[in-house]
């Protein structure tokens, strides 16, 4: 065969494809998200996917990126099923592949965790808008930026709760149990939460992990109402937690409160699924559809029009992570990594549709950590038309007006 | 002490669901050969229509075996006459036909992925009258829905023992099983029975799945955790044994339930599969395996 006649036309083309992505780049700025799209954490996951296609759809339509001449910017979404090595090579592939300029994801803390190496080795920006494992931002990367709190303030902000609970109620709490799934998000709360209790003086009669994937969760159950704790501390993924709340109240567990740490137990299917038996429960978030805060009604109401739910704190952080991708970008003037990563660093990101959140500003610190993230605990309590509701309780100058917390819980 | 026993009889009831979930797959495997990767799916298809039968009607939730069973049964049988059984003409004189594991593995993705598009990744629980319901004897508690599954369970194995090994269209089952030539020329129609026992096998999984419905969530991979145990529970017991799967079904229950109060539960896992391995090495063809089919 001759060579000639098959190399031409193979340059040719090759110089057309590579024209063309060059006239591409110039109109718009790729973002690459790795997100649980199925698997045990699909919901989270689509939340998120949604919340970043309302929030991109509203800039694109608002002109772009202005500094650079109006770019669009295209999402990309891989599906990581919340598996490690997924997250691992569709990261891998975002880079090299389709070259995006930054990534964002991946909810689950044990696919953000490697996934994140890879964007460091490459030196391209990745944008954490939640996952909460503290080693994420602990590891000396240039190009990791979280924008929710990470997870020692979560479990630092349960136990500063449980202790003001116990002043305001004057109720003695001295055993707890630890109930939480065996990933990197559970297992990491849970050694926060053993050095917590030792300094609180707590003694712990269950440490007990389970795989979320489980079908049943009677066993845990059983094992857990033999400890018979105080207080339960739970860390579940969506599945697991309607599972253990329903087993929970039929095997009638009694315990002076069960505190929770957002994920599943913040989940809108949730509260629907499970219904009266995860009255009294308390639940560690972000953020709350409640919260006083200008332009959320207005949010709200245009997401629940298009996806038939209300935001959550995922969605709330997905959403605010595109405008702060949005920020960047006008800042940075490019689309090179380099210059991304230093306006990231450098992001002072106040009110807006960033004011949505729970806090004013996104401000990082030389982590990559947003050093305003904060949190807040909600009692969820059976309103008058028998829908569960989600009532903000702590810190205390935040509860809802007029609400009265009921700690211990009473039994069943 | 009065804990352990709660336990052991909570992993029994939980068991013989697990049990009934590998039914549909012991039965289709034992007659064509045939790993049913889409067994979890069909399960989910059946909780979906279960779950959307009792919130609409509202009626008794056992009610919806007359409906999901029938409709599972002839799901089945044209999935098989459908999709599989020209790619099972093409490889007929094989006696394990790898391609045909294949198209089940295809039917799996397409079916979860179109309970995600149709019905979105939201958990849904359906709210029954024996929903949350307990049964307590001497300070332990039963929740009554798994109580009548494992009834179910009972009556459905029973029912199946019977029809395989009495009646005339199972004794053309087993005798297709055994040998597909020697039964086609003693005048049994294979493709016939090949669609039965697949919608035999579909139906098990409606069965299945009004069992769980009452207890348990209903979203589009509900299957997946289902399957992985069913695989385990079929070979367990015994590749094309009714009575294995359920009695796999049930160890696997006691040794989760049980092995949970002594570890953690995240070990139990590991504690299920090094029986199965044990399993495997003493008797490779399972508890009530068949010499051939290893």
């Known amino acids: ?412 | 002490m009065i804990g352990y026993i709660e336990s052991v009889i909570n992993g029994i009831l939980m068991g013989s669901i697990y049990g009934l979930t590998a039914v549909g797959l012991t039965l289709i495997f034992g007659v064509m050969k045939v790993v049913n990767f889409a067994h979890g799916s069909i399960l989910m298809v059946g909780m979906f229509a279960a779950y959307w039968f009792i919130t609409l009607t509202g009626f008794n939730p056992y009610l919806a075996l007359v409906v999901v069973v029938p409709l599972l049964y002839f799901f089945g049988y044209y999935m098989q006459k459908i999709i599989i059984k020209p790619i099972f003409e093409a490889e007929k004189h094989v006696r394990e036909p790898i391609t045909v594991i294949i198209v089940t593995t295809g039917i799996w993705y397409v079916l979860d992925n179109l309970a995600l598009l149709v019905f979105g990744a939201e958990f849904r629980v359906a709210q029954t009258s024996v929903t949350g319901k307990m049964v307590e004897v001497a300070e332990m508690y039963f929740p009554l829905a798994k109580m009548i599954g494992a009834g179910i369970t009972l009556l459905l194995g029973i029912y199946l023992y019977w029809f395989l090994k009495h009646s005339r269209m199972g004794k053309a089952v087993r005798a297709t099983s055994l040998d597909r030539e020697a039964a086609t020329l003693m005048g049994i129609k294979q493709s016939r029975i090949y669609n039965i026992v697949f919608g035999m096998g579909c139906a098990c999984c409606g069965v299945a799945a009004c069992v769980l419905v009452p207890f348990y969530y209903v979203y589009p991979t509900v299957g997946v955790p289902f399957d992985i145990k069913a695989f385990v529970i079929v070979v367990l017991g015994g590749l094309g044994s009714v009575p294995g799967a359920i009695l796999g079904g049930i160890i696997i229950g006691i040794i989760e339930t049980v092995g949970a109060q002594f570890m953690a539960a995240t070990w139990t896992e590991m504690l299920i599969y090094a029986f199965f391995l044990v399993v495997l090495f003493v008797k490779p063809s399972g508890l009530f395996g068949l010499r051939q089919d290893y």
């Open chain 1, 1 to 412: 065969m001759n060579l000639k006649k098959f190399i031409v036309p193979a340059m040719v083309l090759a110089m057309g494809t590579a024209s063309f992505s060059a006239y591409a780049a110039e109109k718009v700025v790729k973002i690459g998200n790795i997100l649980p799209l199925s698997g045990p954490s699909a919901s989270v996951g689509i939340q998120g996917k949604q919340a970043r296609e309302m929030a991109v759809d509203e800039i694109n339509k608002a002109g772009g990126i202005k500094s650079l001449g109006g770019a669009k910017i295209k999402l990309l979404f891989a599906d990581s099923k919340g598996d490690p090595t997924t997250g691992v090579t569709e990261t891998e592939r975002f880079i090299s592949t389709e070259k995006v300029s930054m990534v964002t994801g991946a909810w689950n803390s044990s696919v953000t965790y490697p996934s994140t190496q890879v964007a460091e080795r490459y030196g391209v920006p990745f944008v954490v808008p939640v996952s909460v494992r503290d080693t994420i931002t602990e590891r000396g990367f240039k190009n990791v930026f979280r924008i929710a709190a990470k997870d020692s303030w979560w479990t630092r902000d349960q136990f500063r709760f449980l202790a003001d609970m116990q002043k305001e109620f004057g109720v003695k709490v001295k055993t707890v149990a630890f109930v939480y799934e065996n990933g990197d998000w559970g297992t990491g709360f849970a050694e926060k939460w053993r050095e917590l209790a030792k300094a609180a003086g707590y003694k712990v009669v269950l440490d007990e992990p389970y795989p979320s994937t489980a079908s049943d969760l009677t066993p845990v159950v059983l094992k857990l109402k033999r400890s018979n704790p105080d207080v339960v501390f739970m860390t579940s993924n969506a599945a697991d937690a309607i599972l253990l709340t329903k087993t929970m109240n039929d095997l009638k567990v009694n315990v002076k409160a069960i505190v929770t740490s957002g994920g599943g137990h913040a989940d809108p299917s949730y509260l629907a699924a499970v219904g009266k038996s995860a009255e009294y429960l308390f639940d560690i978030v972000e953020w709350e559809t409640d919260l006083n805060r200008p332009g959320l009604k207005e949010t709200n109401a245009k997401f629940k029009k298009l996806y038939g739910y209300n935001l959550t704190g995922e969605a709330v952080d997905a959403y605010a992570s595109m405008y702060l991708l949005k920020d960047v970008l006008e800042r940075a003037k490019s689309t090179n990594p380099k210059a991304l990563q230093a306006a990231l660093a450098s992001t002072k990101l106040c009110g807006g549709k960033t004011g949505l959140l729970a806090y004013d500003c996104i401000q990082f610190d030389q982590t990559g950590q947003n050093k305003n993230a904060s949190l807040v605990i909600v009692q969820v309590r059976s309103g008058k038309d028998g829908k569960m509701e989600r009532i903000t309780v702590w810190p205390k100058n935040v509860r809802r007006a007029g609400y009265k917390v009921v700690f211990p819980q009473p039994g069943k």
